[in-house]
C-alpha cells in the first residue's frame, strides 16, 4: 500500500529539482522567489516570481524585462498587489547578495542572456516602474 503524503512530497521535491535545473534563481521577495529560466520559450524577455513552498503551484507569474507589463501565459497568471510590487521594485535596485557590485536589476539582465540565446537584452537597460505593473 503506498502512503499518499510520502508520494506527494516526492513529487514536490522532484518538482523543485527539475525548476532549480532550468532557472538561475535571483533571490526572494518574503515568501516568493525570482527567477530567470534557461531557454525560456517565451517571446519576451521575463522573470518569473512564484511562491518558494509549492515552487509556482499557487502562485506564479511572469513579468517583461523591458516594459511594466505581465507575460502571462497558462499557468502563470497571477498579479503582484501594490505592497509586492512595490518590494519588487525595492529588491530589483539593492545590491544583490552574490554579486553586492550589482544591483537584482543588473543580475536580472545578466542572468537572461546567459541563459537565453534567442532574445537578448542591453545590459544597461533602464529598469521599467515596476510599480506601475499592469
Not at 527539475?18 to 518574503?30: C, H, K, P, V
Not at 545590491?95 to 539582465?109: C, H, I, M, R
Not at 537597460?125 to 510599480?131: A, F, G, I, V
Request: hydrophobic share 35%; net charge negative.
Amino acid at each position: 500500500m503506498f502512503d499518499r503524503a510520502v508520494w506527494d512530497e516526492l513529487n514536490k521535491q522532484a518538482l523543485h529539482e527539475q525548476m532549480l535545473t532550468e532557472m538561475a534563481r535571483i533571490g526572494s521577495l518574503g515568501e516568493l522567489s525570482m527567477y530567470v529560466r534557461t531557454n525560456d520559450p517565451g517571446n519576451y524577455p521575463h522573470f518569473h516570481i512564484i511562491d518558494e513552498n509549492t515552487m509556482g503551484q499557487q502562485f506564479h507569474c511572469c513579468v517583461r524585462i523591458d516594459c511594466a507589463q505581465y507575460f502571462k501565459h497558462t499557468g502563470k497568471e497571477d498579479v503582484l498587489n501594490s505592497s509586492k510590487r512595490k518590494e519588487l521594485v525595492e529588491f530589483l535596485t539593492s545590491a544583490s547578495e552574490d554579486e553586492p557590485e550589482k544591483t537584482n536589476w543588473q543580475v536580472v539582465l545578466v542572468e537572461w542572456n546567459r541563459n537565453n540565446s534567442n532574445k537578448k537584452v542591453p545590459l544597461d537597460l533602464t529598469m521599467p516602474n515596476y510599480k506601475d505593473l499592469k
